[in-house]
Structure formats: C-alpha cells, structure tokens
C-alpha cells in the first residue's frame, strides 16, 4: 500500500483494522438494516469494544486518545462502507467530546464524558431550529434559571439521533441579550426520561430510514443549572470551536462515501460487459473512473492536511471549512457519475451506489452547508 503524505506508519496500520473490523461486522448487516429502517446499537457496541470509538477522547475519561489523523482514518475507512456508523463516531468524537473534553468541568467530564466512551453510549445534538439552522444566532430557545435550576423551553429539529440517544447536548438563551453571548450549551443525560422532553417526530429523509433525525419540543424541561457545559454563555464559541472537528470528520466522511462508490464502480465495470468487452474499456467510462481516482485522493490529502495541521495545534477553522466542502462536494459528484456507471442497475436499491449518493448528499449541509463553509474561507482570506 502506498502511504498518504502526512500519514505515519501507525496510522495506516489502523486503516487496516479498520477495514477488517468493517468487513467482519459492517458490511454483512448494512443491507438488513437498511432494509428494515433499523439504527444499528449494536455496531455501536462493537465500535466501542473494538477501541474505535472515542478515537480522540484523551485515555483517562475512556477514549483511546490517538491524533486526529486516526481521527480522519476510522471515520473514512467506516463511511466507506456505511455512513451510519461513521456518524455516530464523528458526532460523539466532535460537537459531544470535544465541547466536553475542552470546556467542560470537571465534574461534567466525570459524570458525563467517561460513560459515553466506557459505556458506548450514543449522543445526540440539538441545535437547529425552525428558524436557526445556518444563522445560529437567532436561536430562540431558552433556559431561565429558577434557584438551583434552569427551565428549557424550545422547538428543535433536526436533532441527530435523538430518540435513540443516552446523552443529549443544546443550545438555548440563558440571557436576555439576544446575541451570541446569551447562547449557553446544556448537557442532558438520559433524554428519554426527561419529563417535558418530547421526541415528536423521527423526520422522513433522503439517507434512508435507519438514520434517526428528530424533532423535538422542550416544555418547561427542567435541568439543575449545573449541567450548562464550561461557562454560561459561551455555548456559541464552544460549538464553533468543536466544529473544527466536526467538519474534518463530515470531510472524511465524504472521502469514505466516494471512495465506496468509486471501488463499487471500479468492479462493475470490469465485470459489466457491452458489446463485447468490459465496460471499462470505453472510455466514456474509463474517464469517468479516471476522474474519480483524482477527486478522492484530492478530497483525502486535503482532509489530511486539516486533521495535520489541527494535532499540530494550530486552530484550522479555514482549513476545516476548505476540507469539509471539497470533499463532500467531491462525494456527490463521484456517487452522482458512480450511479451513471452503473447504469439503470445504479438507479436500483440491489446496488450500494444509490445509497452512497444520498449519503453524500447529507454531507454536504450538515457541520454547516457547504455555502456558509464558502462563507468562512473567503472571510479568512482577509483575516
């Protein structure tokens, strides 16, 4: 195998654990699941016992504490397969842990951060609204203290895993400001259980329907004020940091997702014949795997030179955001010509590259869209 700049000895020896445990415990139980609209906890479980889930969680609150290049590694190499566990770890390794490891106190990372990687627990994320997805600073939720407590109220969508979830982290106001200085980021553990906590509904969309993404009111949920995460008000700051993360993993999803369509395309066509001969032999398809090669390994250099450039320390906002939207739009146009390859078989559910192609697709909003992304490289460029 040729090793990829920036990568070390170690960590393609990890890609290649990674593949077996994909090939081992994955890829037999996608097509079930997919089938059956079934979120698989159980490869959750198998993640965690596998040491593949809280990749960059230091060791002592039960992570494995590797560099975010292994970072990169495992969420590619299980996007290569199936997006859905791939998600579970970026979310819980981004936007959870990191916003926990970084700015929570300490009892928060005892109570909170330890479990989720000790116990393979599954996070979700509630930040979006009806009116505040891409503009976070209008977010409407609130949490008003009351004595020791604070009292949430809110409508959030697009809440990741959310019902299926045994931690939940959101945003709401918790002053009166109306800026990003009011937003606070608020822990709640076993949101199930939660009275005033409802799970309205599992919202329908393209990935399928084993993905879980909900919706969910907050009424009169009632929190000790304790559980805000780090400092009150600073929530907003604490996710724009975490983002960081969580764009390079949405990025090294989107190289996995199209290098699984490019591998799918690469075998059919050497064994799809027209008029004789392999397909691969035209070149109307032998450019388009051509191109497809170039695309990923682009895609993948540059989502390597953010997760190098953040182990060595460097805040990689810019970075971050160029990785994420290159390589996801470089996952749609690789899934959408993979399809094509395939032909009226690419449009059937009996091959995976429509899966890929509407996996891809979610790639490229959530972590931020990649319009807001092309908002924040051209910002830095005049920073």
Known sequence: MISNPGLEERHEDLREEVQAFCDETIRP?????????????????????????????????????MDYRSFEVVVEELSRVWKIPAGVVSLSCSLVGTALAEFGTDWQREEWLTPIFTENQVTAVSLTE??????????????????????????KVWTSHGEVSDFLIMTARTGGEGTHDDVSLIGIPDPQNVDGLEFVR????MEGDAVVENEVEYNDVRVPAEYIIGEEGRGFRYIMQSLDVGRIGAAAQGVGIAQGAMDASVEFADEREQFGKPIRYNQGVSFKLADMAMNVQAARLM????????DAGERVSQQAAMAKTFATDVAMDVTTEAVQ?????????DYPVERFMREAKGTQIYEGTNEINREVISRNLYD
């Open 130 to 155: 009806p009116q505040a997805g891409s503009d976070a600073g209008s977010i409407e939720s609130t949490a008003v203290r009351d004595g020791d407590d604070l009292v949430i109220n809110g409508h």
């Open 341 to 349: 390859v395939h032909g009226s078989r690419g449009y059937s559910k």
């Open 303 to 310: 989502t390597l030179w953010a997760a190098q450039n953040l």
């Open 202 to 205: 599992d919202i329908p969309c």
């Open 29 to 65: 139980v996608v097509e079930e699941h997919e089938r059956e609209g079934r979120f698989p906890l159980e490869v959750v479980d198998k993640l965690g016992d596998a040491g593949l889930y809280g990749i960059t969680i230091p060791e002592e609150y039960g992570g494995e504490g």
